[in-house]
T-cell receptor
Framework: GQQLNQSPQSMFIQEGEDVSMNCTSSSIFNTWLWYKQDPGEGPVLLIALYKAGELTSNGRLTAQFGITRKDSFLNISASIPSDVGIYFCAGLPRSNDYKLSFGAGTTVTVRA | SAVISQKPSRDICQRGTSLTIQCQVDSQVTMMFWYRQQPGQSLTLIATANQGSEATYESGFVIDKFPISRPNLTFSTLTVSNMSPEDSSIYLC????????FGPGTRLTVL
């Protein structure tokens, strides 16, 4: 699948901060997914989005499916140390397609 | 969601040898996939493991290098053949239920 444009590539968080990352595509997607990968682990699904404009929360995480269907963002509110890791966006261009396209990832680390 | 396990979790192998990675799911699933994640990179789909038939490989991946078996709806194997240091990666299996879920990965180092 095509590579999604994910930004920022990395970010430093301070405990309590709100952080945001986003993903864009040159073509339309029908599904947007956000995963988190901890060191030595496989990606864990955080949020799945299936409809343009959809805004979905999972605890302190909120993600939105862009109205143009070409973008999505993920917000983390009141960040805590265990939020560190690599966050990947992924998308499916068609509802009957199972081949995910992935972003390059956003590495979140704690600011010293 | 399905519980996915992989064996081995990690291995260090010599160049020229082969390693078979197992993926076990706790429920029957139609779609299973194998991904590669090179160091510091995102995930790349290797192939779709089809139950009872040959796997469907993505561009850049061939059956001779990455033979895949899918004998039933809960199990699949990926073999990395004739390994070189460039094959050092994390190999992940995933399954499609309502969406895609990933196993814990196999971290392979080739010396």
């Amino acid at each position: 699948g095509q590579q999604l444009n994910q930004s920022p590539q990395s970010m430093f968080i301070q405990e309590g901060e709100d952080v945001s990352m986003n993903c864009t595509s040159s073509s339309i997607f029908n599904t947007w997914l956000w995963y988190k990968q901890d060191p030595g682990e496989g990606p864990v699904l955080l949020i799945a989005l299936y409809k343009a404009g959809e805004l979905t929360s999972n605890g302190r995480l909120t993600a939105q499916f862009g109205i143009t269907r070409k973008d999505s963002f993920l917000n983390i509110s009141a960040s805590i140390p265990s939020d560190v890791g690599i966050y990947f966006c992924a998308g499916l261009p068609r509802s009957n397609d199972y081949k995910l396209s992935f972003g390059a990832g956003t590495t979140v680390t704690v600011r010293a | 969601s399905a519980v996915i396990s992989q064996k081995p979790s990690r291995d260090i192998c010599q160049r020229g040898t082969s390693l078979t990675i197992q993926c076990q799911v706790d429920s029957q699933v139609t779609m299973m996939f194998w991904y590669r994640q090179q160091p510091g990179q995102s995930l790349t789909l290797i192939a779709t493991a089809n139950q009872g038939s040959e796997a469907t490989y993505e561009s850049g991946f061939v059956i001779d290098k990455f033979p895949i078996s899918r004998p039933n709806l809960t199990f699949s194997t990926l073999t990395v053949s004739n390994m070189s240091p460039e094959d050092s990666s994390i190999y992940l299996c995933s399954v499609e239920e309502d969406t895609q879920y990933f196993g814990p990965g196999t971290r392979l180092t080739v010396l």
